[in-house]
């Protein structure tokens, strides 16, 4: 591309929770949009991964949606209304954001690559290439859905899909149904399915379920947890892994019936369903991967910022900045990837990089 790099100090790649709040901070200090900063989201609207979310997820089914900071949900959104959609509300919301602090977001613009120019970062994209001092990655997981490989998977004649394709249960009716995975979508959505049709629950590890609530202070040591390992260099690891399942009421009644009798993994897929280590097999019609997502970074490959094992080493006040290029920062990455986690990293992200720019 012979066209010259539209120059700007800052670029923030994604619009989603994690992207805002940056973009937020970055306002709050003074910089000024379109020349100190800038905001690439490959959306074609406001809204970040919210807008792909199934339709049952509704404002009383997510888990807790925190604040962007310096406007309320509420402002925006008629919260009395539970039964409202995630992938509707959200975005009404962040696009009441956008709007209320003027931040310059450009949409769709997707990152394709972002190589190291000398002193600065060149960041091609499907539109025009972008050149800067300084990036924060905000792009999420949505984009990067994660399917465990096992053997036979490309025998099955039946239906395999992940949690980022489903839409409703009703689609399942009749059919039998493998529910994989032990995170909070694996277990809403075998809820929602097991309502409709037959299902077999399977989940690698046992899987941990946690009765009471979960306390603030539960967060705080969850984080901490997440905290130290990308400190360390080691990959994130899922959150369940560090939170447990918080037993709600539903999932109660889903007990209630007979619906979590989990089994261990399959070893193999056939034709018709799958086999496990002693021989057993289950018919199915219908694999569901509810196996989670991964970082979305490929974009970031030519800056060789993961170590061999794959987990980035991680620094600064709240190990937003990449250890070994202070100007790269990850917002929604490991102990920040939940929508409290990234506001509060979103702040120390602008605060960090701008400082280190010599912008604030
Ligand atoms: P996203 O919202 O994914 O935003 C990333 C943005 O980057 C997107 O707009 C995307 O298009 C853009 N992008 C990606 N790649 C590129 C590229 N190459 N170029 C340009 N743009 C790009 N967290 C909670 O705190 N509470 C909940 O109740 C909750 N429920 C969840 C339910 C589900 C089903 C899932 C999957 C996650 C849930 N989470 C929840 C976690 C949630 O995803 C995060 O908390 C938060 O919303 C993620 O924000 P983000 O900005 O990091 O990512």
Redesign the pocket.
């Known amino acids: 591309d012979v066209r010259a790099a539209f120059k700007v100090d800052i670029v923030v ?7 805002l709040s940056s973009a937020y901070h970055l306002h709050k200090l003074g910089l000024t949009p379109g020349r100190n900063y800038l905001v ?4 074609t609207g406001a ?4 807008q792909h ?1 199934w339709p049952s ?1 509704t404002l009383s089914t ?5 604040d962007l900071p310096g406007m309320q949900f509420a402002d925006a959104v008629d919260t009395r209304a539970t039964e409202v959609r995630a992938s509707s509300a959200v975005p009404q919301y962040y696009a009441a954001y956008e709007q209320k602090f003027g931040l310059p977001v450009y949409r769709p ?4 690559v972002v190589c190291a120019r000398n002193e600065r970062f060149r960041i091609e ?1 499907d539109r025009e290439t972008f050149s800067a001092r300084g990036l924060i990655n ?6 990067t859905p994660f399917v465990p490989e096992y053997p036979g998977a490309g025998r099955f004649e039946g239906r395999q899909l992940h ?1 980022r394709d489903y839409r409703t249960a009703d689609e399942f009716t009749g059919k039998h149904v493998i529910v994989v995975g032990g995170g ?2 694996a277990l809403q959505l075998l809820d929602e399915v097991s309502k409709v049709t037959s299902t077999t629950w399977v989940t690698r590890r046992e899987p941990q379920f946690r009765e009471g609530p979960f306390t603030p202070e539960d967060g705080r040591a969850a984080v901490a947890l997440v905290e130290d390992r990308v400190r360390r260099g080691l990959i994130p690891g899922s959150v369940v892994s560090v939170t447990g399942i918080p037993m709600a009421p539903a999932l109660e009644a889903a007990r209630a019936r007979g619906v979590l009798n989990r089994l261990p993994m399959f070893s193999e897929i056939t034709e018709h369903g799958v086999r496990w280590a002693d021989g057993t097999e289950q018919k199915a019609d219908v694999i569901l991967w509810c196996t989670g ?1 991964r970082s ?1 970074l490929d ?1 970031l490959a030519p800056l060789q910022i993961r170590e061999d094992n794959g987990g980035i080493v991680m620094s600064g006040k709240l190990a937003t900045q990449v250890a070994k290029d202070p100007r790269i920062h990850l ?2 990455y490991g102990p920040s ?6 506001n509060r990293a979103g702040g120390a992200a602008a605060r960090e990089l701008a400082g280190y720019l010599g912008l604030a």
């Open positions: 790649i994604g619009g989603g929770q994690a992207g690439l989201d490959k959306n809204g970040g991964a919210w979310r997820l997510v888990n807790r949606i925190h613009v997707t990152v394709k994209t905000a792009t999420g997981t949505w984009e949690t909070v979508s997502f979305s974009h917002v929604g990837a939940s929508t409290v986690g990234a």
